[in-house]
């Protein structure tokens, strides 16, 4: 059997024809082939060579808020890292993560600590992975400019640490971390009064809710900011606020956010995105890039 090997090896949890709707919040995608759940750091390691050795397909999955999952599903392995890489402490006024911490979780820690340079991260869904793999931001900040190292398994399989200066940060990519499963990082954080970042997290948070459509499944802003202009209003101004495509619809609150409004199909969703990228150069001859990542296709 193809996967009998991987199950004979894993201390952690398995499970078979997991549905990928369960693990996204866009609340779609098809069954994966097996859903892994490493026990440790060692076990995800052993996990990914025998994926390597046997080229079977591996994703590494945090809390799915940027993701497109076909409806087929995923034909291989998809690895949950919360178990191996959850944990969180602080040293002195640096904050050591795992690549599975909540971004909600890191956040309320360090205002909890007094500690200020990531509150601008607030609201933002997803993990510390998933964060650094695209370079997450918002309000002016990105989590590079606090971050110190990353932690993470190579290509060979060996576990290795890269300094900030070694990586190749850029708005919403993070170049040099190709190929590697991040499983930890530290941030240089400052001392900060705990009552200013309550105040800062709250009036971040009302912004968000004001903006953005966070009452109903999705996966975030689909295209990233094209140079000089931002692509919710462009897609705005083309006129595809409030598309629909089945119960995939471009958000009247926020045209950059493709909703799901109950039974939306990946598919759906693609269709919607192909749809307003076509309206969008037609009318600006601007492209618009995928800042969601689709997965099975």
């Given at each position: 059997m193809k996967y009998r090997e991987i199950q004979d090896i894993l201390r952690g949890q398995i499970f078979?024809?997991?549905?990928?709707?369960?693990?996204?919040s866009y609340r779609i995608g098809g069954p994966a082939d097996l859903y892994a759940?490493?026990?440790?750091?060692?076990?995800?390691t052993a996990l990914l060579r025998v994926c390597g050795e046997r080229e079977i397909p591996a994703f590494v999955i945090g809390k799915g808020t940027n993701l497109l999952v076909n409806d087929l599903g995923f034909r291989g392995v998809v690895v949950d890292l919360k178990a191996a890489c959850g944990a969180l402490?602080?040293?002195?006024?640096?904050?050591?993560?795992?690549?599975?911490?909540?971004?909600?979780?890191?956040?309320?820690w360090c205002e909890?600590?007094?500690?200020?340079?990531?509150?601008?991260?607030?609201?933002?869904?997803?993990t510390v992975g998933g964060a650094l793999r695209m370079n997450a931001g918002?309000?002016?900040?990105?989590?590079?400019?606090?971050?110190?190292?990353?932690?993470?398994?190579?290509?060979?399989?060996?576990?290795?640490?890269?300094v900030k200066a070694e990586l190749d940060f850029g708005y919403r990519r993070a170049g040099g971390l190709e190929d590697r499963v991040i499983v930890g990082c530290a941030f240089g954080l400052a001392r900060t009064d705990a009552a200013?970042?309550?105040?800062?997290?709250?009036?971040?948070?009302?912004?968000?809710?004001?903006?953005?459509?966070?009452?109903?499944?999705?996966?975030?802003?689909?295209?990233?900011?094209?140079?000089?202009?931002?692509?919710?209003?462009?897609?705005?101004?083309?006129?595809?606020?409030?598309l629909r495509v089945g119960d995939a619809m471009v958000?009247?609150?926020?045209?950059?956010?493709?909703?799901?409004?109950?039974?939306?199909t990946a598919s759906e969703v693609r269709t919607v995105i192909e749809r307003v990228r076509e309206r969008v150069e037609e009318k600006f001859g601007i492209v618009l890039e995928l800042e969601i990542q689709l997965v099975g296709f």
């Open positions: 078979e024809d997991e549905p990928l709707s369960k693990h996204t759940l490493p026990a440790d750091v060692e076990d995800l402490r602080t040293d002195g006024e640096e904050v050591i993560a795992g690549s599975a911490v909540r971004i909600k979780r890191l956040t309320a909890e600590r007094g500690l200020g340079g990531l509150e601008f991260m607030s609201g933002i869904p997803g918002a309000f002016g900040g990105e989590i590079s400019d606090r971050l110190r190292w990353i932690e993470g398994i190579a290509p060979d399989g060996t576990r290795q640490r890269w200013l970042l309550t105040t800062q997290r709250k009036e971040i948070l009302r912004k968000r809710n004001a903006r953005q459509p966070l009452e109903v499944p999705s996966a975030g802003s689909v295209f990233k900011r094209p140079e000089g202009d931002y692509a919710g209003r462009l897609i705005e101004a083309a006129g595809c606020k409030g958000s009247p609150k926020h045209a950059n956010f493709i909703v799901n409004l109950g039974r939306a």
